[in-house]
């Protein structure tokens, strides 16, 4: 989930914005002395930083930096993802036991959960009355979850039997591949003190609102608007139980610095040792700057610093490329009034994406740190791609992009304007909607704040211009990016005058197996470009019900070859651990940006 840096998420998979934080006063935090007890500082990647608590996320707030960064370290997901590096279903970490699957009369698909004995920071226990709260929550507000998929989950949800306060029951509509249930949508459930956050105004009292659709309704709106007041999170009574392994203890609104206490009644696992600080920088030329400073124990190191590497292995520090369970890439807007009817042109996308130069990209500016991606599929670690999309269906030829364009009525003019000639709906021109004349010129923002970036998209906008494609690059912050990206488009794209966002990479959680139903289904909660594809559609609803890998292996290629955004290569993260911080490989190593603060220690 999640974001964006997404991760779903961007995790993107999700970069934000913020001043450095030592400029106005909170860097002293970060930097001062610490000692074994901590803090321990995690460096977040440029421009990162939580900016919305709730652990039910909307579009433009569902990033890695507000799940696993910030609020899964307080309200932990039913099922937890990631084990000890592996892409797979960590038992030991989850609140509950692994579902059993079976089949109804009514041949619906039935998962009963079983709960762990977890509890909340205020003694009260884990129950299947927090989980249905959650559930009420998202089943009466579908549309403020960023992993929500009309014809999935939570749409596909018939029923909720509780059989006890520690057993609950799931039926579906219809029978569905028990191991998609498992790994992308009981993945999604988290949790929530029913008994604290049950109430729709700061004056009213505890309740059971959310058993009725207008009351979910209201409660919903009432956490959200909490949420949204970063400025109480540290003094909100609501954010205050929690059944996670940390608490927030500080959380600087001007800048998003944030320090987690250990959560002393924490029931799970891995007790906490240590205060963990996720301290924010404007770029990752601040961020090296801090590590070797010493004011950072968990950081990375920028490709284009790659020099330093030697120096910082003979001071003690570990580096540890990090291949995760995501794909870069940046979505056409279809919607945008202007600019949709030439995205919506499959030649008009394959010549863009003959002019990604994925193996320049890898080689120049990533150094080797980096696999390509030409699917929806990860490459790497990954065992549902198969043998067509590990090949480039577009390797980059400037030719080719010519060809595409040429032999569809466009005149094509290298370091300037393409230009249509031949407008019209036939084989040989340009394709409907697209007037005589109109040129081949967009804008495409991208987030600030790593060189990677910058030269990335430089070298993007150089390869356009052999072809005749203009492309104008801004930059800002991630906040910016992803939310206008995510904003809905309304009155046939009124308002929606993007052309291509690049906010980051986009992580796959809480969806853990790929098959991108929210990304790309034609009313998935983070298709932000709006694509839409009938057969597309089908193809995912087939990865849904079937857990063979052949569906899956249908669906990728299907999207391989109907680029329904712009692919690039999928960098490695470089995470520098410090001689001082022990127990951090779990986290440098996790396939999907999890978080094992609890396993830190620090020596002097």
């Not at 450095?20 to 990162?48: D, N, Q």
Request: with cysteine.
């Amino acid at each position: 989930m999640k974001a964006p840096f997404h991760s779903p998420r961007m995790l993107g998979v999700g970069i934000a914005a913020l001043a450095l934080l030592g400029a106005v006063g909170g860097g002293a935090v970060a930097t001062a002395a610490r000692t074994a007890s901590g803090p321990a500082v995690y460096a977040e990647l440029p421009t990162v930083f939580p900016n919305y608590i709730f652990p039910l996320e909307s579009g433009g707030v569902f990033t890695v930096a507000n799940a696993q960064q910030f609020s899964w370290q307080m309200w932990r997901p039913l099922y937890w993802f990631g084990d000890n590096g592996k892409a797979q279903l960590n038992t030991s970490l989850s609140l509950a036991y692994p579902a059993k699957f079976t089949v109804n009369g009514s041949h619906d698909t039935v998962a009963t959960i079983t709960l762990k004995a977890y509890k909340w920071s205020d003694g009260q226990p884990v129950t299947t009355r927090d989980v249905t709260f959650w559930l009420n929550l998202l089943r009466a507000n579908p549309q403020d979850w960023g992993a929500s998929v009309p014809g999935a989950w939570p749409y596909n949800i018939k029923s909720v039997s509780v059989a006890s306060p520690t057993t609950l029951s799931i039926t579906m509509k219809g029978q569905f591949s028990p191991y998609w249930l498992q790994y992308n949508e009981l993945s999604q459930i988290i949790p929530m003190p029913q008994h604290v956050w049950d109430e729709t105004s700061t004056a009213g009292p505890i309740g059971n609102y959310d058993q009725t659709v207008k009351g979910a309704q209201a409660v919903y709106t009432f956490l959200d608007a909490q949420s949204k007041l970063v400025s109480t999170y540290t003094t909100n009574p609501l954010w205050q139980v929690v059944d996670g392994p940390y608490k927030i203890h500080t959380y600087l609104s001007t800048t998003g610095y944030t320090e987690l206490a250990p959560n002393t009644a924490y029931s799970g696992p891995n007790p906490p040792k240590l205060s963990i600080v996720l301290q924010p920088y404007t770029s990752d030329t601040a961020e090296f700057n801090a590590l070797r400073a010493g004011a950072v124990d968990f950081g990375y190191l920028p490709v284009q610093d790659l020099a330093q590497k030697s120096l910082l292995l003979r001071q003690g520090w570990k580096l540890v490329p990090n291949p995760t369970f995501t794909i870069t890439y940046f979505p056409y807007n279809f919607h945008n009034p202007k600019d949709g009817v030439i995205f919506k042109q499959l030649y008009v996308r394959q010549a863009i994406q003959h002019l990604v130069n994925q193996p320049a990209i890898i080689k120049d500016i990533q150094k080797g740190y980096a696999v390509p991606e030409y699917g929806p599929v990860p490459q790497s670690p990954n065992p549902f791609i198969d043998s067509f999309e590990k090949d480039n269906p577009y390797p980059y030829s400037p030719s080719a992009a010519k060809a595409l364009l040429s032999s569809h009525g466009w005149k094509v003019t290298p370091n300037g304007v393409t230009t249509c000639v031949k407008p019209g709906t036939g084989a040989h021109e340009c394709g409907a909607g697209i007037a005589k004349g109109r040129g081949l010129e967009f804008t495409l923002q991208y987030s600030s704040g790593q060189v990677v970036t910058t030269q990335t998209a430089e070298e993007l906008q150089s390869a356009a211009s052999l072809a005749g494609i203009k492309l104008n690059l801004t930059s800002a912050p991630f906040g910016t990016v992803i939310t206008t990206a995510a904003t809905p488009c309304k009155n046939n794209g009124a308002g929606c005058t993007w052309d291509m966002q690049w906010w980051g990479v986009w992580s796959f959680e809480p969806d853990y197996e790929p098959t991108g139903g929210e990304l790309w289904g034609s009313h998935g909660a983070a298709n932000y470009g709006t694509y839409a594809n009938r057969q597309n559609d089908k193809n995912i609803s087939a990865t849904h019900a079937s857990s063979a890998l052949s569906a899956m292996h249908t669906y990728e290629d299907f999207l391989a070859k109907q680029l329904p955004v712009v692919w690039l290569p999928q960098g490695d993260y470089l995470w520098l651990i410090s001689p001082k911080l022990h127990g951090a490989m779990s986290t440098a190593t996790d396939p999907y940006f999890q978080m094992y603060e609890q396993n830190w220690t620090l020596s002097g």
